[in-house]
């Protein structure tokens, strides 16, 4: 392997927001100068939860067309649907083998999805195994840095962790152990100021999001949360919004924005005044190129075709030195 290697996926579990683009997508894009690429959309583990399976094909496409508007760029990286390389859910079974069951018991992404549907015990086997589909998702093409927002370091752990018992019990050094690449703004939380933005729970803006509803949600948003009243000095450090600024508007306006939250006599409008127009000016050309890419059906199914293609080769080859360490006869031809 000439170059490190990076994997990283999301969820179609409905639109891409700001923290998907901030925490992650964002720098992906960034990365594809330096690192050979695998970008994934990872419907199996959309699966793990209850899902509209008529509406599943669609999201995955959308999610294909949001990574590529963002500017992930098909010539450089490779662009792929995880089901489309049943060696994932192979390699899955065989990592199984080597993660312990109390290591799942502790994630806190199960507990926090389990605490949303209500109930532990009714959750599906696949949610609390899910960790173990994403280490195969990255060891399977032996990637050395997975480009995550910090709610994902858990299951990276699991998965180095996984590398590591693979490589002590069949053979040293031959999964590397992926380290974490974060972005400078890793947590974005929601509009409530309560949780993380998420697809699923409604606290969000789309990375998408045409300009009329955008504000209306920026507008409502939640800011400093110790902040209980216009009158009191802001703290930017720990406000949602001026978080957003960091990665978004130009670098010499931070202090301006940061010395007017402090004082009492700048309200928070001003502050998301501006970052709506430095939301606007980078989204603008993400918004431009999605619909161009929806109007080219026949474009997208090639890219992801080509990607498949790239990525099997390479984790079958994976999957056959794994079988062979592990004393696996596998298909026979
Ligand atoms: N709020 C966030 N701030 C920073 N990064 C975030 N990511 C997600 N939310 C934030 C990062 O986006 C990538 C994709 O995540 P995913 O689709 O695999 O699922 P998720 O982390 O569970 O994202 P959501 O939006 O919260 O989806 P749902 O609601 O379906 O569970 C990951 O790199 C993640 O770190």
């Known amino acids: ?14 639109e891409l927001h700001l923290g998907n683009y901030l925490g992650a ?5 960034n990365l594809q100068a330096e690192y050979d690429c695998f970008f994934c959309i990872v419907d199996q583990h959309a699966i793990t939860v ?10 995955v496409d959308d999610m294909a067309i949001s990574y590529l508007a963002a500017g992930i760029d098909p010539s450089r990286a490779t662009v792929f649907v995880q089901s489309a390389v049943p060696e994932h859910t192979e390699l899955a079974w065989y990592l199984a083998t080597v993660t312990q069951y109390g290591e799942l ?4 992404q199960f507990k926090d999805k389990t605490e949303q549907a209500g109930s532990e015990s009714g959750a599906s086997a696949a949610l609390f195994t899910y960790p173990v589909l994403m280490a195969a998702d990255i060891l399977v093409y032996k990637a050395t840095h997975v480009p995550v927002g910090d709610d994902q370091t858990q299951h990276l752990e699991l998965a180095r962790n996984a590398a590591q018992r693979f490589n002590s019990r069949f053979k040293k050094g031959f999964f590397p152990e992926p380290a974490g690449l974060y972005s ?11 949780k993380k933005m998420s697809k699923s729970i409604g606290n969000h803006i789309a990375m998408l999001e045409e300009p009329k509803p955008l504000w209306k949600k920026l507008s409502g948003a939640y800011t400093d949360p110790q902040r209980t009243t ?3 000095p802001g703290r930017p450090e720990l406000c949602n919004l001026y978080r957003m600024h960091t990665a978004l ?5 931070l202090p301006v924005i940061a010395e007017q939250c402090r004082s009492a006599s700048f309200g928070c409008g001003h502050c998301k005044r501006e970052l709506e127009t430095s939301l606007n000016a980078e989204l603008e050309p993400v918004r431009a190129r999605a619909k161009e890419l929806r109007a080219n059906p026949e474009r997208l199914r090639q890219i992801l075709g080509d990607g498949a293609a ?19 006869r596998g298909p026979t031809r």
């Open 1 to 14: 392997m000439t170059r490190k290697r990076i994997l990283s996926g999301m969820q179609p579990t409905g």
């Open 25 to 29: 997508l964002k720098n992906w894009v």
């Open 50 to 59: 209850p899902y509209d399976q008529k509406a599943l094909p669609k999201l």
């Open 105 to 108: 018991g502790r994630m806190t």
């Open 184 to 194: 400078p703004t890793p947590r974005i939380m929601g509009l409530d100021g309560l």
């Open 230 to 232: 216009q009158d009191e």
């Open 249 to 253: 508007t130009p670098a010499e306006r």
């Open 310 to 328: 790239t990525a099997r080769a390479v984790a079958f080859e994976t999957l056959r030195e794994v079988r062979e360490l592990m004393g696996i």
